[in-house]
Nanobody, 121 residues
């Protein structure tokens, strides 16, 4: 199976920055789209940012101008640079990837275990 592992979370003061990374492992033919989601306590999981294999990106309105998603296609990794962090950014952040596994005819969707981001006021 394809596994994703997030890293880079932690505690930061409001206005600070964190960089999240997501590493992939397993048999991967290609990754078409990678994304970051987050889920705050008592709230629904929300999509934060998406990046396609071609480099197209989309962001939630709440993070536009502050967060930047990027990927290294050769390494099959994705990062989320988070600047000007706010307390409302506090959540568990999850990496998601969709693509093809062992071959073109074997799609996959994989989730990481999540990494905690806590922003203090």
């Amino acid at each position: 199976q394809v596994q994703l592992v997030e890293s880079g979370g932690g505690l930061v003061q409001a206005g600070g920055s964190l960089r999240l990374s997501c590493a992939t492992s397993g048999t991967i033919f290609s990754i078409n789209v990678m994304a970051w989601y987050r889920q705050a306590p008592g709230k629904q999981r929300e999509l934060v940012a998406v990046i396609t294999s071609g480099g197209s990106t989309k962001y939630a309105d709440s993070v536009k101008g502050r967060f930047t998603i990027s990927r290294d296609n050769a390494k099959n990794t994705v990062c989320l640079q988070m600047n000007s962090l706010k307390p409302e950014d506090t959540a568990v952040y999850y990496c998601n990837a969709e693509g093809k596994g062992r071959n073109y005819f074997t799609p996959f969707t994989s989730w990481g275990q999540g990494t905690q981001v806590t922003v203090s006021s």
